[in-house]
Nanobody
Framework: QVQLVESGGGLVQAGGSLRLSCAASGSIFNIRTMGWYRQAPGNQRELVAV???????NYADSVKGRFLLSRDNARNTVYLQMNSLKADDTAVYYC??????????????WGQGTQVTVSS
């Protein structure tokens, strides 16, 4: 079982910055992808950014140029630096990790979510 612990959400004014962190722990053999999704009230959960074990990243068009996702493989941790925040970025942000556990089984784990609120 793989657990994800998120931190760094909060309230910020439009134009401000926040950094989210997500640390994975448990029976991890590898982490193939790790990243962030978000869900605003009344909307479906959507991809924000994801990074592979090799360091390749994929961003939602709405955050390109403003958000930066980085990964510390030694600590099984990802960091989402969010700059130039807009009211539309307000949502619950969920960390996700997928890969193989030590027993050879695949996992696809989610964090509990952290609220990001951007005031205009």
């Amino acid at each position: 079982q793989v657990q994800l612990v998120e931190s760094g959400g909060g309230l910020v004014q439009a134009g401000g910055s926040l950094r989210l962190s997500c640390a994975a722990s448990g029976s991890i053999f590898n982490i193939r992808t790790m990243g962030w999704y978000r869900q605003a009230p009344g909307n479906q959960r959507e991809l924000v950014a994801v990074i592979t074990s090799g360091g390749s990243t994929n961003y939602a068009d709405s955050v390109k140029g403003r958000f930066l996702l980085s990964r510390d493989n030694a600590r099984n941790t990802v960091y989402l630096q969010m700059n130039s925040l807009k009211a539309d970025d307000t949502a619950v942000y969920y960390c996700n990790a997928a890969g193989l556990a030590r027993n050879g089984a695949s996992y696809n784990s989610w964090g509990q979510g952290t609220q990001v609120t951007v005031s205009s």
